[in-house]
């Protein structure tokens, strides 16, 4: 049985860092490109960032890009999102997902991705 769960999340000031973890079992994350999605209260999920299987090619919104870093642990078959010089706006539910996908990665989110149940975020001004 697949399982993604996300940890990491809390309360910080603005400017403040935090670093999301996705972990998993059940499946191989290095041969999975993984993106993490936030969602604010009444706002539609929006795709942050990603890597690629093997290779670990990033990508970001031009929203996070600068402050946030994706990263994986082989080892510890976990994926992190390093968030800093976090903004209000950066306030959301963050989701990771994984895609079986031999080539990049997308922050748009297909019809077989395997979601965790997501862990918040919320930035204080």
């Known amino acids: 049985q697949v399982q993604l769960v996300e940890s990491g999340g809390g309360l910080v000031q603005a400017g403040g860092s935090l670093r999301l973890s996705c972990t998993a079992s059940?499946?191989?994350?290095?041969?999975?490109?993984v993106a993490w999605f936030r969602q604010a209260p009444g706002e539609e999920r929006e795709g942050v960032s990603c890597?690629?299987?093997?290779?670990?090619?990033?990508y970001y919104v031009d929203s996070v890009k600068g402050r946030f870093t994706i990263s994986k642990d082989n080892a510890k078959n976990t994926v992190y999102l390093q968030m800093n010089s976090l903004k209000p706006e950066d306030t959301a539910v963050y989701y990771c997902?994984?895609?079986?996908?031999?080539?990049?990665?997308?922050?748009?989110?297909?019809?077989?991705?395997?979601w965790g149940q997501g862990t918040q975020v919320t930035v204080s001004s």
């Open positions: 997902s994984a895609e079986y996908r031999p080539i990049g990665c997308t922050v748009i989110a297909g019809r077989d991705d395997y």
């Open positions: 059940g499946l191989t994350l290095d041969s999975y490109a």
């Open positions: 890597i690629s299987s093997g290779s670990g090619s990033t």
